[in-house]
């Protein structure tokens, strides 16, 4: 027996409320731990997306492009070819139909669909992490941040610094974002944080976002509100040249425009296209003459070695403005990623220099210490553990007694400037943190040995007089040999080094 379109249709609806309860199900079920809700995400995740995709063969049956449900509606209705209805035949024909498949197939086995979308949720999918990324709690940009250093837009900059300054794009010039590498780079950081955010967070809608950003972007490019971009490009007569602007208007001629400057002259011919060379009246007389003369009708001879006219100004200008605009939409939305992902990435920096201050065979210790636990990590948001007092979690996940806590002073807090005013509860994790990596990162940024000289330090105004104390005695109790190095004449009288050679110099030993 044939399955009829009516009765695709219909099954199609059921395996949708399917899919629906089973989201129902897995959501209602509380997960312990970040690895389970991670599973769940992606599994609700590929779920709504086979609904959708259900959901889409749906709505082209019903818009019966070819007229077979039509004709199949017909067709239960009893009407025949000639126009006329003759329903009992119809029912007759289906029931024969039906009667005949059974008759061929006495031992079919029928399907149970609850059991099978019942596994979906038992599964447990696979999602692909780098070894840096740590199952989703760290990014790994390290790809990037190769790409950035090696570039002429970028900085020699160590990891750490690259990842809590690689959002801020407004401290690049101009001049270098409107390069093809800068595009390219832009384009796969903002790809890689997208690729992260949908591997850590499957049920948002990263489109949605980013039409929320693109409405807010074309308000805030209209009004020159983005930051970097403020009233840039060429525009209505006016050269612009970084922040200066200079609007040829103003100026009737060439003396006058000389005041300007050299730079600034060098710099608006540069957005021209313009040659940059020659003395200053050359260089003013040069830009004077695009007040009245379009870029297009200006002889190639003024235009810089690779450049040419532009056929068309107004076109190279649209396009340029274009090209400006596509680059401050790619930095908006990577910005935006930023903001959603900013827990992540403060982890990062904090776990990149924690790693700069353990030894190796620390961090060999700790890779075997998450190798045979991986399970046993949770969030602290996941416990639900009645504890009014705030006290510390012991060993076994449940709060200290009170006693305890008032034996250890926990109560007590200190803080510690060196560690960007980290607080450290109770006494002994006080002490106990001076040889650990937050302070010695601390100590190494200010350039001063973390010696037992600088325990109990924790002003950094302090630490560097204690240094400079201990840098002036040591220049004291160095050795001089000019004064120090001893010196015995024929006789056996002692003298030190410079009397000796003054004695000798007159003769006298």
């Known amino acids: 027996m044939s399955s009829t379109l009516l009765e695709v249709t219909r099954s199609t609806h059921e395996d949708v409320e399917r899919l629906e309860r089973i989201v129902v199900k897995d959501l209602q079920r509380d997960p312990t731990t970040g690895r389970e809700r991670l599973f769940q995400g992606h599994r609700v995740r590929n779920v709504i997306d086979t609904i959708i995709s259900t959901t889409q063969n749906l709505v082209e049956i019903y818009e019966d492009k070819d007229g077979a449900r039509k004709d199949e509606i017909a067709a239960l209705g009893g009407q025949t070819a000639t126009g006329g209805i003759n329903v009992f035949s119809a029912f007759y024909d289906r029931l024969k139909e039906i009667r005949e498949y059974h008759r061929r197939h006495p031992v079919g086995l029928v399907a149970d669909a609850a059991e099978e979308y019942e596994e979906l949720l038992k599964e447990e999918p696979i999602i692909e992490f780098s070894g840096e990324e740590a199952s989703g709690r760290y990014l790994d ?65 990263p489109d949605r976002i980013f039409a929320k950003v693109e409405t807010e972007f074309e308000e805030q490019w209209e009004a020159g509100k983005i930051i970097g971009w403020e009233n840039k490009g060429v525009e209505n007569g006016h050269i612009s040249s970084g922040e200066f602007i200079i609007d040829l208007d103003y100026y009737s001629t060439v003396e ?98 924690k790693k700069q201050a353990l030894t190796y065979e620390e961090m060999e210790a700790e890779r075997e210490e998450e190798d045979i636990q991986p399970e046993s990590e949770s969030d602290d948001d996941d416990q639900q553990i009645y504890n009014p007092l705030k006290l510390p979690m012991g060993w076994d996940g449940k709060p200290i007694p009170y006693w305890l806590y008032k034996l250890h002073g926990l109560g007590q807090e200190f803080k510690c400037e060196i560690c960007g005013n980290y607080s450290y509860w109770g006494r002994r994790a006080f002490e106990r943190h001076f040889k650990e990596w937050r302070h010695q990162h601390g100590m190494r940024c200010l350039n001063i040995p973390n010696t037992k000289n600088f325990n109990e330090i924790t002003s950094i105004e302090e630490a560097k007089v204690l240094w400079e104390r201990i840098q002036e005695r040591q220049g004291l109790n160095k050795w001089r040999p000019d004064l120090e190095e001893e010196y015995e004449d024929r006789e056996g009288n002692i003298y030190n080094k410079k009397t000796y050679t003054d004695l000798q110099r007159q003769g006298l030993i």
């Open 141 to 205: 940009m390290h790809e990037l941040y190769n790409e950035f250093i090696n570039s002429k837009f970028g900085q020699r900059v160590e990891y750490s610094a690259f990842l809590e300054t690689f959002s801020q794009t407004h401290n690049i010039p101009l001049k270098l974002k409107l390069t093809r590498q800068y595009r390219e780079y832009l384009e796969h950081l903002l790809d890689y944080l997208i690729s992260f955010f949908q591997r850590t967070e499957p049920l948002q809608d």
């Open 256 to 353: 006058e425009l000389m005041e300007i400057g050299p730079e600034k002259l060098k710099e608006a011919l540069a957005g021209l296209g313009l040659k940059t060379g020659g003395t200053l009246a050359q260089r003013a007389e040069r830009l004077f003459l695009t007040k009245n003369t379009p870029l297009e009708k200006l002889d190639r001879k003024h235009f810089a070695k690779g450049q040419r006219a532009p056929e068309n100004g107004a076109a190279s200008n649209l396009q340029e403005n274009r090209d400006m605009k596509d680059i401050a939409l790619l930095e908006s939305k990577m910005q935006k990623m930023c903001e959603l992902l900013d827990e992540v990435i403060v982890r990062t920096k904090e776990n990149v220099e």
